[in-house]
């Protein structure tokens, strides 16, 4: 059971329910507030620990002078405060003694010890219930008290704005992440590209050389007569048979060749020799 204020006659039941809390709703009548992080327990622990050790009890303050106390201790627990403690839970407190008159706690005109307790349970794999109660007892332990609600209340907006700082930084990691992702496989689609460019360059470049490759076979492979004063040979000799004579641009295939007589074949089949002078190679 929480704990019970004595001679509390009333006390407005609090529960936070914000950007970080599930719909779902626990009331307390004794000033106590719990509501359901969408966070997991390991989280919700990280951050309410640090909460838990920061030194500052929020929401309260010695007389009118400030809107929280300073100096606070973390401690492993209390025997002025034992809350429920579920199977499992993890339990973090915060002790200010030496209080004076601290706001927001009835019968708090004496010097006394705040204690704070935090209650972390895992509900599931995404969602943990936490649970914050403060007392007030005096050094004299006579007329001992819990908060209005107002330390709760803003020690879970402590908490709130870390689980929030730690989210928005859990999201600025993933979009660096995925940014750096993004940026290798542009780098990659790029090497590739490259790649990909070089391979073409080369292929290119060895087309290149087949052509010329095949225009200097073609010149060797392929003659023209240079006028109309060539004849086309028997043999290869000047006084040989005269098969033909050849028209002036008449293109001939070289199927041999000497130093100075060329055999060659016509368009027309026929084969015969032509002496080079009367030859050049084809454009």
Same mark, same amino acid.
């Given at each position: 059971?929480?704990?019970?204020?004595?001679?509390?006659?009333?006390?407005?039941?609090?529960?936070?329910?914000?950007?970080?809390?599930?719909?779902?709703?626990?009331?307390?009548?004794?000033?106590?507030?719990?509501?359901?992080?969408?966070?997991?327990?390991?989280?919700?622990?990280?951050?309410?620990?640090?909460?838990?050790?920061?030194?500052?009890?929020?929401?309260?303050?010695?007389?009118?002078?400030?809107?929280?106390?300073?100096?606070?201790?973390?401690?492993?627990?209390?025997?002025?405060?034992?809350?429920?403690?579920?199977?499992?839970?993890?339990?973090?407190?915060?002790?200010?003694?030496?209080?004076?008159?601290?706001?927001?706690?009835?019968?708090?005109?004496?010097?006394?010890?705040?204690?704070?307790?935090?209650?972390?349970?895992?509900?599931?794999?995404?969602?943990?219930?936490?649970?914050?109660?403060?007392?007030?007892?005096?050094?004299?332990?006579?007329?001992?008290?819990?908060?209005?609600?107002?330390?709760?209340?803003?020690?879970?907006?402590?908490?709130?704005?870390?689980?929030?700082?730690?989210? $928005?930084?859990?999201?600025?990691?993933? =979009? #660096?992440? +995925? @940014?750096?992702?993004? &940026?290798? /496989?542009?780098?990659?689609?790029? *090497?590739?590209?490259?790649?990909?460019?070089?391979?073409? $360059?080369?292929?290119?470049?060895?087309? =290149? #050389?087949? +052509? @010329?490759?095949?225009? &200097?076979? /073609?010149?060797?492979?392929?003659? *023209?007569?240079?006028?109309?004063?060539?004849?086309?040979?028997?043999?290869?000799?000047?006084?040989?048979?005269?098969?033909?004579?050849?028209?002036?641009?008449?293109?001939?295939?070289?199927?041999? *060749?000497?130093?100075?007589?060329?055999?060659?074949?016509?368009?027309?089949?026929?084969?015969?020799?032509?002496?080079?002078?009367?030859?050049?190679?084809?454009?």
């Amino acid at each position: 059971m929480m704990f019970m204020v004595p001679n509390r006659r009333w006390v407005i039941p609090l529960i936070l329910v914000l950007s970080l809390a599930s719909p779902a709703k626990d009331h307390h009548s004794d000033g106590s507030l719990a509501a359901e992080l969408q966070v997991p327990y390991d989280t919700a622990v990280q951050v309410v620990s640090e909460v838990a050790a920061d030194g500052t009890i929020r929401g309260t303050g010695e007389y009118a002078t400030a809107s929280e106390i300073t100096g606070a201790l973390p401690a492993r627990s209390s025997n002025l405060l034992r809350p429920e403690t579920p199977q499992g839970a993890s339990v973090f407190y915060k002790v200010h003694a030496s209080t004076i008159a601290p706001r927001h706690y009835n019968n708090s005109a004496d010097m006394g010890t705040i204690v704070v307790a935090y209650t972390v349970e895992k509900i599931s794999d995404d969602r943990s219930r936490l649970t914050i109660e403060s007392i007030y007892v005096p050094d004299s332990h006579h007329g001992r008290s819990g908060s209005d609600g107002s330390v709760e209340s803003c020690e879970f907006t402590a908490i709130e704005t870390k689980l929030k700082k730690l989210s $928005d930084m859990k999201e600025q990691a993933k =979009q #660096q992440q +995925e @940014k750096e992702q993004q &940026e290798v /496989r542009v780098r990659t689609l790029r *090497r590739q590209l490259a790649d990909q460019q070089a391979r073409f $360059d080369a292929l290119n470049a060895e087309v =290149q #050389q087949l +052509e @010329k490759r095949s225009a &200097e076979l /073609r010149q060797l492979s392929v003659v *023209r007569s240079k006028s109309g004063e060539g004849r086309l040979k028997a043999s290869p000799y000047a006084r040989a048979e005269t098969l033909r004579a050849l028209t002036e641009g008449e293109e001939l295939d070289v199927l041999y *060749r000497t130093a100075s007589w060329y055999r060659v074949r016509t368009n027309e089949g026929h084969v015969g020799w032509v002496y080079y002078s009367f030859l050049e190679p084809a454009r």
